[in-house]
Every structure is written in C-alpha cells, then in structure tokens.
C-alpha cells in the first residue's frame, strides 16, 4: 500500500511538471506575439507615410499670388506614389493643357502665337508629374504652379475660380508594401494594392 502511495505521488508530481511546462511554453508563446507584434507596429509607425493633396492660391512664403496643386508627404517614412488623377468638373483631366482647355479658353482660342511662343496673358504653368515617384518624408511634389501677373491677371482669374472644380486622388504604399488611397482634402483609405493608370493618370 505504501509502495502504491510512493508511484501515486511521483506520478502527480510528473503531471504537475508536465502542466507547468505547458503553461510556461504557452506563457512564453503568448510573450514572444506580442513581442512581435509589438515590434511590427512599431515598425510600420516608422515608416508610415502619409500622403495630402492640396491646393490653394496663395503662397505665404514667397508672398505671392500662385495657383498650386501639390502632393505632401505629411508623414514619417517615404511614399511609394503609384497613382495621381485630376478631374475637372468630375471629368479626368491628364495635363494642365487639357485642364486649361476645359475651364478656361473659348472655342478656337489658343495661348500661342503663330510662332508657337507662349501669349505673354497666359503666362507660364510650371508643371510635374508626381507618379509615378518615390515621395520622402517631408517632401512634395508640385502638380502644377501658376503665380500672378499684371499681364496674366485676367486668365489667372479664369484658372483661380476654376480650381474650385478640381478634385484629385492618389494611390500610394509603404516601405512594408501597406496601400492607401486619398482623395483631396481627404483622410488616408486603406486599400489591398495601388495600379498605375496609363492615359488617365496625370502627366503634368
């Protein structure tokens, strides 16, 4: 009877350390996610980028009229921008060229002379492309920029109540392949991937 109570006792013993073990591995298990996922949401907080379209008429600055359209990088990692539109009156607009020709020029009027140089009352639109284009933090990527004139002043007005019509978006991803959309003015989406759109994406 003792001898019983002797291997009774070793094996409750055994199914207490086994118990442990389980509980220890499990503990250790459950420390280690949460190391990891801890460390991913750090590291996705280090590089997350976070992309802002705007635009305005004014440049504080310089202290100067200018019509812009810009991309930021409001955020702390770079910015893979695959993707930017621009619609005009809800109609996609591919260059400031076609936008101009929308919003602003009567039929048959052209902003070049016969010799092809621009109309000094059209002045010059300093244009880009901003995707596709690895974005930095911090960094910006111009649309398209028009500063006022005496000589332009008329069609800056056309342009200027014109960009109360403009809307834009862009498709944009992180250094850890994570995808959102925007759209102006707008808050960050989270979408599952970003493609360029040829023809239809701006060009500048």
Avoid: H
Wanted: hydrophobic share 35%.
């Amino acid at each position: 009877m003792a001898e019983q109570k002797k291997w009774l006792d070793k094996d409750n013993v055994n199914l207490m350390v086994a118990v442990c073990a389980v509980l220890i591995s499990a503990a250790s298990f459950y420390a280690t996610y949460v190391q990891s996922t801890v460390t991913e949401t750090q590291v996705k907080a280090e590089t997350w980028p976070y992309i802002q379209i705007s635009s305005g008429n004014y440049d504080l600055e310089k202290e100067q009229r200018r019509i812009y359209v810009v991309v930021n990088n409001d955020g702390v990692g770079p910015a893979r921008l695959v993707s930017f539109q621009l619609f005009y009156e809800n109609e996609v607009v591919s260059s400031v060229s076609q936008l101009i020709a929308k919003c602003c020029l009567d039929e048959g009027e052209t902003r070049r002379d016969d010799e092809g140089k621009m109309k000094p009352e059209y002045g010059t639109i300093i244009t880009s492309s901003p995707s596709p284009s690895i974005l930095p933090a911090g960094d910006s990527k111009i649309a398209f920029s028009f500063v006022a004139t005496d000589e332009n002043e008329a069609f800056w007005q056309k342009l200027n109540k014109a960009r109360f019509e403009l809307t834009g978006k862009a498709c944009y991803c992180s250094l850890l392949d994570d995808c959102f959309e925007i759209e102006i003015y707008g808050e960050p989406v989270p979408v599952k991937t970003c493609t360029a759109q040829p023809g239809v994406d701006y060009s500048g």
